[in-house]
């Protein structure tokens, strides 16, 4: 597959009141067109900044970023899907999941129809016409979700879009994403706190360091596809989490450390 | 005769006492209590001198019964529990005001009682003030006349001349003078910063003036010192600073994240600006909405005390002048009335607005 995002060599430094703070370090990334990379580390480790520089809501210090356009020009580069939601409360969820197409001016029955077709795939086609405050938070992520696929970007960005939700209705909305993204297999940047998220959904798990976060090491889940939630019992599921583990355990350390 | 009314409202209220039979003993409880304390009072000759000592108590023991009342109401009685704590407490404190009075112990040359401020209320509604060619809804009883002779227009001439028009027109005018320009600085203030600080102080400092000192200023500025410009003038500038403000709150208060997700879609400029910004400060807008028709009422019928031949507030001065007291009190009413209504007026518009607001 040839590559569809080109981070190289990412810098993000923050100016503070006590001088220059370095976020991100040397920081190089290459995601496959198809691919689905999630990226792990200890908190604080610069990891949505670095999301957040790929969406273009943030600016990179020194480093270049590069979506690979597709054959439709027309065809949004990325969209992301944040940790909060970020759908609109003024609007019904028909009216959320078909923003992005009515941002790029498609009619009214075109985007409808797009917009109540991801609903119905989300389970949340009779809610069509409800407000966000009628509804409860797993079911605003799958609108928030429902939002960026209905708009079709080169590139899914994700926040740890479920980092909000309990851990039953976590697990639920995994398995949707996993069912959901085999079916389409779109490129997708998937940030984490999470190892079984990340060894689940990815094909690629790609490990942070505490600050200032650069790419430690990347770890290739060759798990078979289509997973489910049994997955997370098998042995060579467990073999590489602890893998990961022992990993990303010295990073947890080291941003104790930093933070005491 | 307040203590019996109080007691049938309480057995009004109750609709559960057979099945909490703790209840009807503590209404029991409560209302000898109350029977004993005006007793108490009446036989030691207490009202004439403690009479507020005596209502407090009284009152006091109203709510304690109400709210022991309230905790069994059943779920579907709750709205009418509420509806009658919204409406009984007024009306409680109205019988009161009326029996204060004709027992002797209020002037009633300075506190007519209630019953006389609604007939006075009747009586400037039915009639017409020769002196100052004016009446309190223009003349009703001449519609159907004018509606043959004239039609609609000889109406509006009708109700033109009126005390509520004059109010509610110098109201409405100010209050869409100054709300539009408020709306869109605050807008402003909300999205630049540079606005914002240069603004910041200058605002905060003319918002705390109180209006009605600047009245003077306007008369000045205006061609007609006595004509309608000055007040419009000072309702306007009332309402401005208060949407301003709130209007640039609400902006602020904008969850960031939202306004990211919409550039990240693609909205820029306007696209932004009315899907975002606007239904994201609404909520804000309208409570700064709110604030200035209240303000824009106050302000209008303190300048009609001052200075004006017409208006609510004009009236209410001009039977306190000659000393026609319930009259006095029946203008009171009339801006109390217009208040309310304006205040549900906005709400109307408010929940048709917004839409997603629960």
């Given at each position: 597959?040839?590559?569809?995002?080109?981070?190289?060599?990412?810098?993000?430094?923050y100016?503070?009141a006590?001088g220059?703070?370095?976020?991100?370090h040397?920081f190089?990334?290459?995601?496959?067109?198809?691919?689905?990379?999630?990226?792990?580390g200890?908190s604080?480790?610069?990891?949505?900044?670095f999301?957040r520089?790929v969406?273009?809501?943030d600016?990179?210090s020194?480093g270049?970023?590069?979506?690979?356009?597709?054959?439709?020009p027309?065809?949004?580069t990325?969209?992301?899907?944040?940790?909060e939601?970020a759908?609109?409360p003024w609007?019904?969820l028909?009216?959320?999941v078909?923003?992005?197409l009515q941002?790029?001016?498609?009619?009214?029955a075109?985007r409808?129809?797009?917009a109540?077709d991801w609903l119905?795939?989300?389970?949340?086609?009779?809610?069509?016409?409800?407000?966000p405050?009628?509804?409860?938070?797993g079911?605003?992520q799958r609108?928030?979700?429902a939002r960026?696929?209905?708009?079709?970007?080169?590139?899914?960005?994700?926040?740890e879009?479920?980092?909000?939700?309990?851990?039953q209705?976590?697990?639920v909305?995994q398995?949707?994403l996993l069912?959901i993204w085999?079916?389409?297999?779109?490129?997708?940047?998937?940030?984490?706190?999470?190892?079984?998220e990340?060894i689940?959904?990815?094909?690629?798990?790609?490990?942070?360091?505490?600050?200032?976060?650069?790419?430690?090491?990347i770890?290739?889940?060759?798990?078979p596809?289509?997973?489910t939630?049994?997955?997370t019992?098998?042995?060579?599921?467990t073999?590489?989490k602890l893998?990961?583990?022992?990993s990303?355990r010295v990073e947890?350390?080291?941003?104790m450390?930093?933070q005491r | 005769?307040?203590?019996t009314?109080?007691?049938?409202k309480k057995s009004?209220?109750?609709?559960?006492?057979?099945?909490?039979?703790s209840?009807?003993?503590s209404?029991?409880?409560?209302g000898?209590?109350?029977?004993?304390w005006?007793l108490?009072?009446?036989?030691?000759g207490s009202?004439q001198t403690y009479?507020?000592?005596?209502?407090t108590v009284?009152?006091?023991?109203?709510?304690?019964a109400?709210n022991?009342?309230?905790?069994?109401v059943p779920l579907?009685?709750r709205?009418?529990?509420?509806?009658?704590?919204?409406f009984?407490f007024?009306?409680l404190?109205?019988?009161?005001?009326?029996w204060?009075?004709?027992?002797?112990i209020?002037?009633?040359?300075?506190?007519?009682?209630?019953?006389?401020?609604?007939?006075a209320?009747?009586?400037?509604t039915v009639?017409?003030d020769q002196?100052n060619?004016?009446?309190?809804?223009?003349?009703?009883?001449?519609?159907?006349?004018r509606?043959?002779?004239?039609g609609?227009?000889?109406?509006a001439a009708?109700?033109?001349?009126?005390?509520?028009?004059?109010?509610?027109?110098r109201v409405f005018?100010?209050?869409?003078?100054g709300a539009?320009?408020?709306?869109f600085?605050g807008m402003?203030?909300?999205m630049?910063?540079?606005?914002?600080l240069?603004?910041?102080?200058t605002?905060?400092?003319?918002?705390?003036l109180p209006?009605?000192?600047?009245?003077?200023?306007?008369?000045l500025?205006?061609?007609?010192?006595?004509?309608?410009?000055?007040?419009?003038?000072?309702?306007?500038i009332?309402?401005?600073?208060?949407?301003?403000?709130?209007?640039?709150v609400?902006?602020?208060?904008?969850?960031?994240v939202?306004?990211?997700a919409?550039r990240n879609?693609?909205a820029?400029?306007?696209?932004?600006?009315?899907h975002?910004i606007?239904?994201g400060?609404?909520?804000?807008?309208f409570?700064?909405?709110?604030?200035?028709?209240g303000?824009?009422l106050?302000?209008?019928?303190?300048i009609e005390?001052?200075?004006?031949?017409k208006?609510?507030g004009?009236?209410?001065?001009y039977?306190?002048e000659?000393?026609?007291?319930?009259?006095?009190?029946?203008g009171?009413?009339?801006?109390?009335?217009?208040?309310?209504?304006?205040?549900?007026?906005?709400?109307?518009?408010?929940?048709?607005?917004?839409p997603?607001e629960k």
């Amino acid at each position: 597959m040839p590559p569809k995002v080109i981070a190289t060599a990412i810098e993000k430094v923050y100016e503070t009141a006590v001088g220059p703070f370095t976020a991100i370090h040397d920081f190089s990334l290459t995601v496959d067109d198809g691919e689905f990379v999630c990226i792990v580390g200890p908190s604080g480790c610069g990891k949505s900044t670095f999301l957040r520089i790929v969406a273009g809501l943030d600016q990179q210090s020194d480093g270049t970023v590069l979506i690979v356009p597709g054959s439709d020009p027309r065809k949004p580069t990325n969209n992301v899907v944040f940790q909060e939601y970020a759908i609109f409360p003024w609007k019904t969820l028909l009216d959320n999941v078909a923003f992005g197409l009515q941002m790029r001016g498609i009619g009214k029955a075109a985007r409808y129809a797009v917009a109540l077709d991801w609903l119905e795939r989300v389970g949340l086609r009779k809610f069509a016409h409800y407000y966000p405050h009628q509804i409860s938070g797993g079911m605003k992520q799958r609108v928030s979700i429902a939002r960026a696929l209905a708009n079709d970007p080169e590139v899914l960005l994700m926040d740890e879009p479920l980092g909000a939700l309990d851990a039953q209705t976590r697990t639920v909305l995994q398995e949707e994403l996993l069912r959901i993204w085999e079916a389409n297999r779109k490129t997708v940047i998937y940030i984490t706190h999470s190892l079984d998220e990340a060894i689940l959904l990815g094909d690629r798990v790609v490990l942070m360091t505490a600050t200032p976060g650069t790419c430690k090491e990347i770890f290739t889940v060759d798990l078979p596809r289509p997973r489910t939630i049994e997955l997370t019992g098998s042995a060579a599921y467990t073999d590489l989490k602890l893998k990961i583990w022992e990993s990303l355990r010295v990073e947890v350390d080291r941003a104790m450390e930093a933070q005491r | 005769m307040a203590v019996t009314e109080i007691e049938s409202k309480k057995s009004q209220a109750s609709p559960q006492q057979g099945t909490d039979p703790s209840l009807g003993k503590s209404l029991l409880g409560y209302g000898s209590a109350l029977l004993l304390w005006g007793l108490l009072f009446w036989i030691t000759g207490s009202w004439q001198t403690y009479w507020w000592l005596g209502l407090t108590v009284i009152f006091v023991l109203v709510t304690v019964a109400a709210n022991r009342v309230g905790r069994v109401v059943p779920l579907r009685h709750r709205r009418r529990y509420e509806q009658l704590l919204a409406f009984g407490f007024p009306l409680l404190l109205l019988i009161a005001w009326e029996w204060l009075v004709r027992g002797g112990i209020l002037n009633a040359r300075w506190f007519p009682p209630p019953t006389r401020i609604a007939v006075a209320l009747y009586d400037l509604t039915v009639s017409y003030d020769q002196f100052n060619e004016t009446s309190l809804l223009g003349r009703p009883w001449l519609i159907p006349t004018r509606l043959l002779t004239e039609g609609w227009p000889g109406v509006a001439a009708l109700f033109a001349e009126s005390h509520v028009f004059a109010t509610l027109s110098r109201v409405f005018l100010g209050f869409f003078i100054g709300a539009v320009p408020g709306i869109f600085l605050g807008m402003i203030m909300g999205m630049n910063r540079t606005v914002r600080l240069m603004l910041d102080t200058t605002m905060s400092a003319a918002y705390v003036l109180p209006k009605i000192a600047i009245f003077p200023i306007m008369m000045l500025l205006f061609a007609d010192p006595f004509g309608e410009g000055p007040k419009v003038a000072v309702v306007a500038i009332s309402a401005f600073f208060l949407v301003a403000i709130n209007t640039m709150v609400g902006v602020r208060d904008i969850d960031p994240v939202l306004i990211q997700a919409a550039r990240n879609y693609g909205a820029k400029g306007w696209q932004l600006f009315y899907h975002v910004i606007i239904p994201g400060a609404l909520p804000v807008i309208f409570a700064g909405l709110r604030l200035a028709l209240g303000t824009a009422l106050i302000v209008i019928v303190a300048i009609e005390f001052v200075r004006a031949k017409k208006g609510v507030g004009f009236m209410t001065y001009y039977y306190w002048e000659i000393l026609s007291t319930e009259k006095m009190y029946a203008g009171l009413v009339v801006v109390m009335v217009l208040g309310v209504l304006l205040t549900y007026g906005l709400q109307w518009v408010e929940k048709r607005a917004m839409p997603w607001e629960k």
